[in-house]
T-cell receptor
């Protein structure tokens, strides 16, 4: 049963464009995350967001920014995409040290 | 600082075989350890976790994992695998009081029918 929803499933764009990915969770969890998963399946934490407190992985380029309207939503905006941004972006929420993931958004940058 | 390592990048077994996927961690304090499964083209799905108590924890679909403090390990096992168990498995660690999760590099399990 899906409880973390992501849109779109796929997105193809060109270098320099702006993109935005949406994430919503219906689990009532307080903490949400964005991960980047590369072609080798390696997971990299980008952001975590809890009670309006944002924790940023310092290695994340500034063109990436999270946007939250409430604790059920955490969107990801990329201001000017680069080729190395091509990856799968996974949204997750957590409770009691368990994470629940969305299906991911696959970004291809041409 | 803490790390999670999964020594096997790929494991291949036949359907009906048993399998053990290895996970080792390095951290001196209390820790939550968990396993996740990721089928192709999908997000990760929580399997099981351990914090304290019985070192053998049961998860969904016949998976279990055993914690060993002396070996700093949390290996995942299944007695009889099915072709549908083919996926990438991730071990993860969390420190109590903190919200971040530290994932290993994943082990790709292929089950040959």
């Amino acid at each position: 049963e899906t409880a973390v929803f992501q849109t779109p499933n796929y997105h193809v764009t060109q270098v320099g464009n702006e993109v935005s990915f949406n994430c919503k969770q219906t689990l009532g969890h307080d903490t949400m995350y964005w991960y980047k998963q590369d072609s080798k399946k390696l997971l990299k934490i980008m952001f975590s967001y809890n009670n309006k407190q944002l924790i940023v992985n310092e290695t994340v380029p500034r063109r990436f920014s999270p946007q939250s309207s409430d604790k059920a939503h955490l969107n990801l905006r990329i201001k000017s995409v680069e080729p190395e941004d091509s990856a799968v972006y996974l949204c997750a929420s957590s409770h009691s040290y368990e994470q629940y993931f969305g299906p991911g958004t696959r970004l291809t940058v041409l | 600082t803490q790390t999670v390592s999964q020594s096997d990048a790929h494991v291949t077994v036949f359907e009906g075989d048993s399998v053990e996927l290895r996970c080792n961690y390095s951290y001196g304090g209390s820790i939550y350890l968990s396993w996740y499964i990721q089928h192709h083209g999908r997000g990760l799905q929580f399997l099981l976790k351990y914090y304290s108590g019985n070192p053998v924890v049961q998860g969904v679909n016949g998976f279990e994992a055993e914690f060993s403090k002396s070996d700093s390990s949390f290996h995942l096992r299944k007695a009889s695998v099915h072709w549908s168990d083919s996926a990438v498995y991730f071990c993860a660690a969390s420190i109590p009081g903190y919200q971040n999760f530290y994932f290993g590099k994943g082990t790709s399990l292929t089950v040959i029918p």
